[in-house]
């Protein structure tokens, strides 16, 4: 059983969670430190998999560096064999530093929901790969 919804479900959760401000902040370091306790919980790990955050912050729960195991992949299949053959690939958990990724993967997934419930447009679009079309085309509606 994921620890985490999958699919539309993530980019539900992270649209719920994450709060922008007027001044282009948002909450993003504190939903890792809450999602990194909802799943120690789940999996009984020590820590969680999201890392990183400002030097001159501290959130419960969330660390600064990448800590020891925590019972979760630190890479997808992909990444796994883009690693293998040397490729500099960052983890999907790391929340700040050079090369990360993992504040746009909060971020984007949350405005993805946006996208799949839009009134005009929402029931149109797939999420892939959980939601493959079987079908293709290149035209722009």
Same mark, same amino acid.
């Given at each position: 059983? &994921? ?11 992270? *649209?719920?969670?994450?709060? @922008? ?13 809450? $999602?990194n306790g909802r799943i120690r919980t789940? #999996? !009984? ?7 990183? *955050?400002?030097? /001159?912050?501290?959130? @419960?729960?969330? =660390?600064?560096? /990448? #800590?020891? %195991? ?15 053959? /040397?490729?500099?690939?960052? =983890?999907?958990? /790391? $929340? ?6 993992? %504040?746009? %993967?909060?971020?984007?997934? !949350?405005?993805? *929901?946006?996208?799949?419930? *839009?009134?005009?447009? !929402?029931?149109? #679009?797939? $999420?892939? &790969?959980?939601?493959? %079309?079987?079908?293709?085309? @290149?035209?722009?509606?």
């Amino acid at each position: 059983m &994921p620890v985490l919804p999958e699919g539309r479900g993530l980019c539900a959760l992270f *649209h719920e969670l994450i709060e @922008d401000n007027e001044n282009g902040g948002n909450n993003r370091f504190e939903v890792a430190a809450a $999602l990194n306790g909802r799943i120690r919980t789940l #999996t !009984g790990a020590e820590e969680g998999p999201f890392w990183g *955050h400002p030097v /001159k912050r501290k959130y @419960d729960g969330l =660390s600064f560096r /990448k #800590t020891r %195991s925590t019972g979760i992949e630190e890479y997808r299949a992909i990444e796994q064999r883009l690693r293998a053959q /040397k490729r500099n690939i960052q =983890s999907a958990w /790391k $929340l700040m530093g050079a090369g990360a990724v993992g %504040s746009q %993967s909060l971020l984007g997934l !949350g405005a993805v *929901h946006r996208l799949l419930a *839009h009134p005009a447009f !929402g029931s149109r #679009t797939r $999420l892939w &790969p959980f939601e493959p %079309s079987g079908e293709t085309s @290149d035209e722009i509606t």
